[in-house]
């Protein structure tokens, strides 16, 4: 799993910021459909944001979002109100975040 600085997290946080919450957790919490839904849309889209609705009886903190990132195969960004943010570094052609990714990782490695 990729170790992000707080430079890095701050970068992701940045390209999240116009993205929509694309999974939602309810009441019904974090089950196996929620961490499917995770590992199939951010392995598709790289970068997401997952809404905790406010009939959801979940008290999140860090450890909530690494297990889900350790179940998902991704890595937790952040968490900003009730939304957080998940990336997935993908090596394809078709990847948009991944090398804006790694261009800021090499140019803040030069500086």
């Not at 701050?10 to 957790?25: C, G, T």
């Not at 979002?65 to 009730?82: H, R």
Request: no cysteine.
């Amino acid at each position: 799993m990729i170790q992000l600085s707080s430079k890095e997290r701050a970068f992701l946080k940045k390209l999240a910021h116009n993205l929509d919450p694309i999974v939602r957790i309810g009441k019904d919490g974090i089950d196996e459909n929620v961490l499917k839904s995770i590992a199939e849309v951010v392995k598709k889209r790289e970068l997401i944001k997952v809404k905790i609705l406010q009939n959801s009886s979940i008290e999140f903190d860090r450890e909530m979002g690494d297990e889900i990132a350790q179940k998902t195969k991704s890595v937790f960004v952040d968490k900003i109100g009730k939304v957080l943010i998940f990336f997935k570094p993908k090596n394809k052609k078709d990847a948009k975040v991944t090398p804006e990714f790694n261009e800021f990782k090499k140019n803040k490695t030069k500086k």
